[in-house]
């Protein structure tokens, strides 16, 4: 049961293990693109080539025959990772080893939906993988596995969710394997990292330039950093944390560094709507004027 492309290794692995897979689930296809054409998951698209039953219902909570359809496969397990739909009570009950997680963190930190997001938005040094036995409550179950690796001081969220996703699918197998005993997670630490949203990647330059760093790493490619610039949104899609003073927003130099509550944030790719991304300093040159704009 996955949906993005951070569940595609660990279905193949499963695969690859001998493990019989009597069925995939996945979010439905949905309008993509500037078609607005149905597209499906990265998980629906392995599992076709695969030759697996596919299933996509849009909810499952309160949609009875669903429960039964699930319980009808007899499953010795449920494999989930980043499906989407919350599963109910009679859905997690029914393999005869419950539903098994795989969460892209080190539980209880960052419980939630975005947890690699979370790690890098936080400056954590390392994150990892979790495999728990789910139950009602949000990521709250035991665990089987638990797996660390460092974050990288210039890391991006695509390059932590492909090392982790690599090793979720190596965890999985190795757990199917041997069938550890969960144990319950520790009550202190407790975090979240909710939902993000495309507001959420708004820069404001009255914050450090550190974490302004930290954010549009930890937010490439969803939901994206931006700001303000001229009356225009300008999209940030590399940046890093330099030296400089002044009042938060003003443009400092020709490297396009902008002054922070601390520091100064050198914007190294931009994008204006419609047009190709370019280096930072070339976008400057190509605008006159640009040392009385204020970003914000």
Same mark, same amino acid.
């Given at each position: 049961? +996955?949906?993005? %492309? ?21 979010? =439905? ?20 080539? @695969? ?70 938005? %936080? +400056? ?7 495999? @728990? ?9 035991? @665990? ?26 190596? @965890? ?50 969803? =939901? ?21 003073? +002044? ?50």
């Amino acid at each position: 049961m +996955g949906s993005p %492309a951070f569940a595609v290794p660990a279905l193949r692995a499963l695969a690859a293990a001998g493990h019989e897979i009597a069925a995939v689930y996945a979010q =439905p296809p949905r309008p993509a693109h500037r078609g607005q054409a149905l597209t499906r998951c990265a998980v629906h698209e392995a599992a076709v080539a @695969m030759g697996l039953d596919v299933r996509t219902p849009a909810r499952v909570k309160r949609d009875f025959s669903e429960h039964a359809a699930f319980a009808g496969l007899k499953l010795d397990a449920a494999v989930v990772a980043a499906y989407g739909l919350i599963l109910p009570v009679p859905m997690l009950a029914a393999p005869r080893l419950g539903c098994i997680n795989i969460h892209a963190s080190l539980l209880p930190r960052w419980r939630g939906a975005a947890p690699i997001h979370a790690a890098i938005l %936080a +400056g954590d040094a390392e994150t990892g993988i979790t495999i @728990m036995r789910m139950e009602e409550g949000l990521d709250t179950g035991p @665990m089987f596995l638990r797996r660390a690796v460092p974050i990288g001081a210039r890391a991006t969220t695509p390059e932590v969710h492909d090392v982790l996703a690599a090793m979720g699918a190596a @965890m999985i197998v190795e757990v199917l394997a041997h069938l550890p005993a969960p144990v319950p997670q520790p009550e202190a630490g407790v975090t979240y990292a909710a939902k993000l949203l495309r507001a959420d990647g708004r820069l404001d330059f009255a914050r450090d330039a550190a974490s302004l760093d930290r954010q549009v790493r930890a937010f490439t490619p969803w =939901p994206g950093t931006f700001t303000n610039f001229a009356g225009d949104a300008l999209k940030v899609l590399g940046a890093e944390a330099v030296p400089g003073a +002044g009042v938060p927003g003003n443009i400092l130099n020709g490297f396009f560094d902008v002054a922070c509550g601390e520091g100064a944030l050198r914007l190294l790719r931009v994008q204006r709507a419609g047009r190709p991304a370019v280096a930072g300093d070339a976008f400057l040159r190509g605008v006159p004027g640009w040392p009385n704009i204020v970003l914000g």
